[in-house]
């Protein structure tokens, strides 16, 4: 059965950082495409930083660009996601998600396995 538990979230001053960690049981994260999603109230769910096998791509959506770092750590099994510079529009639940990688991009609805998510708010 596969589990994957998002931790590390809470709220920040504008300008704070905070890691989120997503430890995954029942598959390997190094062999899966893995990304990042968040969804704030009354928003659609945007991905934001993402990992695809094949191409071995990193992306991450504009908004994050040069504040936030997608990682992992295979002896650990688990993803991280660092975010640096957080602002109030960050404020969201994020979610960590894996999919079997289709080539060459892969949708949200490719992604099978979701986690519970993690609140993460920034405040001014």
């Known amino acids: 059965q596969v589990q994957l538990v998002e931790s590390g979230g809470g709220s920040v001053q504008d300008g704070g950082f905070l890691r989120l960690s997503c430890a995954a049981t029942g598959l390997i994260v190094s062999t899966y495409c893995m990304g990042w999603f968040r969804q704030a109230p009354g928003k659609e769910r945007e991905a934001v930083a993402l990992i695809h096998r094949t191409t071995g791509r990193t992306s991450y959506a504009d908004s994050v660009k040069g504040r936030f770092t997608l990682s992992q750590d295979n002896a650990k099994n688990t993803l991280y996601l660092q975010m640096n510079s957080l602002r109030p529009e960050d404020t969201a639940m994020y979610y960590c998600?894996?999919?079997?990688?289709?080539?060459?991009?892969?949708?949200?609805?490719?992604?099978?396995?979701w986690g519970q998510g993690t609140q993460v708010t920034a405040s001014s």
């Open positions: 998600a894996a999919g079997l990688c289709r080539w060459p991009v892969m949708r949200q609805a490719d992604y099978q396995y």
